[in-house]
């Protein structure tokens, strides 16, 4: 088969990309609005962007009725904020922020998980995520516009926390770590000891 995607709903493009490119890492971002109130969602538009400076990135996109969403707005409005990485131990209170709550909903209370200060900015880290990464605002680039187009949000790593048993040095324990990634639709995948291989790379 093949496909047109600008001969299709956009929604019928969306089910195919996200289908074709798995599995894809989540953002779990927490964001603080102007005025204090907090938020977390996640994303799996996501990747890492620039070693130097470090940067990673990832793609709010804009609700079926065109609005764009907190995560956005309040990035906009501060500059800053926080990319926890998703493990199998949060990925049941990390659906609980899925839901497209009112702008003054702090999902962290919704979620049950819980707000740990960070170093550099002023949204909180996700605590039982073994892995932060504290952002500011380098970017944004809009792609389209209307529902389901979508801002590509990049962030400088300013500050970064990883978990001390995970650690060798600098190397990060993949299968200690139990990462979780997006695949098409409801489906999700897990990273462990028997998924993980060695390739060594040919110089
Ligand atoms: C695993 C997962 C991945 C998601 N990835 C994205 C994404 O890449 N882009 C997006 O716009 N929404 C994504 N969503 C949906 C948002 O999390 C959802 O719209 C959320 O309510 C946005 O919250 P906010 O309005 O507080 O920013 C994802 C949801 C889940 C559960």
């Given at each position: 088969?093949?496909?047109?995607?600008?001969?299709?709903?956009?929604?019928?493009?969306y089910?195919?990309?996200?289908?074709?490119?798995?599995?894809?890492p989540?953002?779990?971002?927490?964001?603080?609005?102007?005025?204090?109130?907090l938020?977390?969602?996640?994303?799996?538009?996501?990747?890492a962007?620039?070693?130097?400076?470090?940067?990673?990135?990832?793609?709010?996109?804009?609700?079926?009725?065109?609005?764009?969403?907190d995560?956005?707005?309040n990035?906009?409005?501060?500059?800053?904020?926080?990319?926890?990485?998703?493990?199998?131990?949060?990925?049941?209170?990390?659906?609980?922020?899925?839901?497209?709550?009112a702008?003054?909903?702090?999902?962290?209370?919704?979620?049950?998980?819980?707000?740990?200060?960070?170093?550099?900015?002023?949204?909180?880290?996700?605590?039982?995520?073994?892995?932060?990464?504290?952002?500011?605002?380098?970017?944004?680039?809009?792609?389209?516009?209307?529902p389901g187009?979508?801002?590509?949000?990049?962030?400088?790593?300013?500050y970064?926390?990883?978990?001390?048993?995970?650690?060798?040095?600098?190397r990060?324990?993949?299968?200690?770590l139990?990462?979780?990634?997006?695949l098409?639709?409801?489906?999700?995948?897990?990273?462990?000891?028997?998924?993980?291989?060695?390739?060594?790379r040919?110089?």
């Open positions: 088969m093949q496909f047109d995607p600008s001969a299709m709903p956009w929604q019928e493009g089910q195919l990309m996200t289908g074709a490119i798995v599995p894809r989540i953002a779990f971002v927490s964001t603080m609005s102007e005025s204090g109130v938020n977390l969602a996640a994303f799996s538009f996501f990747t962007a620039s070693a130097n400076p470090l940067a990673v990135a990832f793609t709010p996109m804009r609700r079926q009725d065109g609005t764009r969403k995560t956005y707005m990035i906009m409005a501060t500059r800053q904020f926080v990319v926890n990485v998703v493990t199998d131990a949060i990925v049941a209170p990390m659906n609980e922020t899925s839901p497209e709550f702008p003054d909903v702090d999902e962290f209370a919704v979620s049950g998980l819980t707000p740990s200060p960070s170093v550099r900015v002023k949204p909180p880290l996700v605590k039982e995520s073994p892995i932060s990464l504290e952002c500011e605002l380098l970017q944004s680039v809009d792609i389209g516009e209307g187009s979508a801002s590509l949000v990049v962030g400088k790593v300013v970064i926390h990883v978990r001390d048993d995970l650690l060798d040095g600098l990060i324990d993949t299968a200690s139990r990462p979780v990634a997006r098409a639709g409801h489906l999700y995948t897990k990273v462990d000891a028997d998924t993980i291989f060695e390739l060594v040919k110089r």
